[in-house]
């Protein structure tokens, strides 16, 4: 096994959780970390358990008001109507007890794993419990309380001197992430996602490109909804290969958000295990190439927790580890069975999907072709200047 990479887990991170009925369930993590063992891919070694970020570091991104009210809201002393202007106690973002904690730990995951691999001690970091990319410096927002990756950013850039490039390929744009370092020119954030003009937060538009000194930095491609494998990986590939040739990063964070799978009941796009092995496969090759080897992967969305969650995230690991082969053999029978009385769904018994699982999509030519346009228009401004 490569002890080259280091996984940051606790089954103290499922204590994120909003309530029994809501989507967002970090049980995924516990699922994910079970199939990992069950497959021996994984031991005790390897893993590293997240700490708490203190105050000071949340406020690298966050007001110090916003994380005073986390804390209340987490004792039940934030009184309703100003819980809502911090974006707590709605519907996406719940209150729930100690949730500044929970969320705390979460955001000291991510910042774990950029010190295991900023210092040396190992090349690759996978934090799953990552990759709340939608928080805001004073709002919670869909689903997030505390941003993790953007205080991991911002934690790069001061303790490390790091030029940073954040890739998300979750199917909800990465805004959270984006707007806080819009006008940075050492942050670069490449987000593909499913197209605004029907999903949550609705931002994303390919005209976004950063501001002032950061004009430029900013990279989206919104995808039409039913994008299947192939369009996708299109996108992704030729996206990140330009991005990380013109930006010349000092290491790469990637945010692995697992709703784009036909699956996930939250979304509208249409891939399968497919890509989400081709997803981390690239990383690890482009942070070679460009960083020696500095990746740090997290998490982010995926609402199928059962069939496609641990499946998506495991993935990362055998690619890190260089353990892909396994991908050929079935999926343990005994983690199947341990988890399919809890699913409501029958559990999948390979790691790639079953072609025949797979919905047709009468659009497909015509989506590929509108996706390929969307991505010319985001890289023009990079081929522009390369070409200088």
Not at 8 to 36: C, G, I, M
Not at 263 to 282: A, G, V
Request: hydrophobic share 35%; aromatic share 10%.
């Amino acid at each position: 096994m490569n002890h080259k990479s280091v996984y940051v887990y606790s089954d103290e991170q499922l204590a994120y959780r909003f309530n029994k009925e809501h989507p967002f369930n970090h049980l995924r993590l516990h699922l994910t970390h079970d199939l990992l063992k069950k497959t021996n891919s994984i031991n005790d070694k390897d893993i590293i358990p997240p700490r708490l970020a203190t105050d000071e570091e949340l406020n690298l991104i966050h007001d110090e008001a916003f994380i005073e009210a986390v804390k209340s809201a987490g004792k039940g002393t934030l009184k309703p109507e100003r819980a809502t202007n911090y974006g707590l106690g709605t519907d996406d973002t719940p209150i729930f007890a100690n949730m500044h904690e929970a969320a705390s730990l979460i955001v000291g995951g991510t910042l774990t794993a950029v010190d295991a691999v900023m210092k040396g001690q190992f090349t690759h970091a996978l934090h799953l419990g990552g990759g709340l990319h939608h928080g805001f410096r004073g709002k919670a927002s869909g689903f997030c309380i505390y941003n993790d990756s953007a205080i991991a950013i911002e934690y790069m850039k001061k303790m490390y001197g790091a030029r940073v490039l954040y890739v998300d390929t979750d199917a909800h744009h990465g805004d959270g992430v984006q707007f806080a370092f819009y006008d940075d020119p050492d942050v670069c954030t490449l987000s593909i996602h499913e197209t605004g003009r029907y999903l949550f937060p609705g931002t994303g538009n390919v005209n976004e490109k950063g501001a002032g000194k950061g004009y430029g930095f900013s990279i989206n491609v919104p995808i039409d909804a039913f994008t299947e494998d192939d369009s996708f990986l299109e996108v992704y590939e030729r996206s990140f290969r330009e991005v990380v040739a013109f930006f010349k990063p000092d290491v790469i964070l990637t945010q692995n958000g697992a709703d784009a799978h036909h699956l996930d009941p939250l979304t509208h796009l249409c891939s399968t295990m497919r890509t989400y092995q081709m997803i981390p496969k690239l990383a690890h090759e482009l942070a070679h190439e460009f960083c020696e080897g500095r990746w740090i992967a997290v998490g982010g969305g995926g609402y199928d927790i059962f069939r496609v969650v641990p499946r998506a995230w495991s993935l990362i690991w055998l690619e890190m580890t260089n353990q892909t082969s396994i991908i050929s053999e079935a999926l343990p029978r005994l983690w199947r069975e341990q988890w399919e009385k809890h699913a409501q769904e029958e559990m999948p018994t390979e790691w790639m999907d079953v072609s025949d699982t797979v919905p047709t999509i009468p659009r497909k030519h015509e989506i590929a072709e509108k996706n390929h346009n969307t991505l010319e228009k985001a890289l023009y401004h990079i081929r522009t200047e390369m070409n200088r």
